[in-house]
T-cell receptor, first 113, second 111 residues
Framework: QKEVEQNSGPLSVPEGAIASLNCTYS??????FFWYRQYSGKSPELIMF????GDKEDGRFTAQLNKASQYVSLLIRDSQPSDSATYLC?????????????FGKGTKLSVKP | EAGVVQSPRYKIIEKKQPVAFWCNPI?????LYWYRQNLGQGPELLIR????????DSQLPKDRFSAERLKGVDSTLKIQPAELGDSAVYLC?????????FGAGTRLSVL
């Protein structure tokens, strides 16, 4: 059974701080890793994806992947109240468009003004 | 470019009634998915299509759920008869190459 684990939170950070969201996965052969943001009552919105070990930066967001530790994280710099949402980690055993996303339960982030 | 379009947005039915959801994926996306998301959980795959072919329906409860994707574009997901435990958000998604994009979902309440 392929699993993706996330701390459900809530994670509370003050405005302007760095929010760190973590995710572990069980299938060592997983190839691609995704972070989605989901506002309450809305559908998941893709933020970033990462395939290779190391860091990938996009604006205020940095995804970090460590395949040896089966660990992927998302850092949000200069957190804003508008970043308050549930962040879903998703893993695909395959790369590209093959296979399916396996989601964690999500971490709820609250950014306090 | 239009995103993944789903309808209806909300549906309330009584148990044992049938219900159907419709999805139009992003133009050119050959892969289409139906996911179900329960409250406080991440989405879980029900079925995946590559063009017209259902390539993974292992998680679809086939006794009451059915899906089709005629002509490899639009798709419908049907539940007959619905049970109380089917209350959830049903998400359609499509992908091309690397990323999967979700529609707004249909929130189903079974009373």
């Amino acid at each position: 059974q392929k699993e993706v684990e996330q701390n459900s939170g809530p994670l509370s950070v003050p405005e302007g701080a760095i929010a760190s969201l973590n995710c572990t996965y069980s299938d060592r052969g997983s190839q691609s890793f995704f972070w989605y943001r989901q506002y309450s009552g809305k559908s998941p919105e893709l933020i970033m994806f990462i395939y290779s070990n190391g860091d990938k930066e996009d604006g205020r967001f940095t995804a970090q992947l460590n395949k040896a530790s089966q660990y992927v994280s998302l850092l949000i710099r200069d957190s804003q109240p508008s970043d308050s949402a549930t962040y879903l980690c998703a893993v695909n055993v395959y790369g590209g468009s093959q296979g399916n996303l396996i989601f964690g339960k999500g971490t709820k982030l609250s950014v306090k003004p | 470019e239009a995103g993944v379009v789903q309808s209806p947005r909300y549906k309330i039915i009584e148990k044992k009634q049938p219900v159907a959801f419709w999805c139009n994926p992003i133009s050119g996306h050959n892969t289409l998915y139906w996911y179900r998301q329960n409250l406080g959980q991440g989405p879980e795959l029900l079925i995946r299509y590559e063009n017209e072919e259902a390539v993974d329906d292992s998680q679809l409860p086939k006794d009451r759920f059915s899906a089709e994707r005629l002509k490899g574009v639009d798709s419908t997901l049907k539940i007959q008869p619905a049970e109380l435990g089917d209350s959830a958000v049903y998400l359609c998604a499509s992908s091309l190459a690397q990323a999967t994009y979700f529609g707004a979902g249909t929130r189903l309440s079974v009373l």
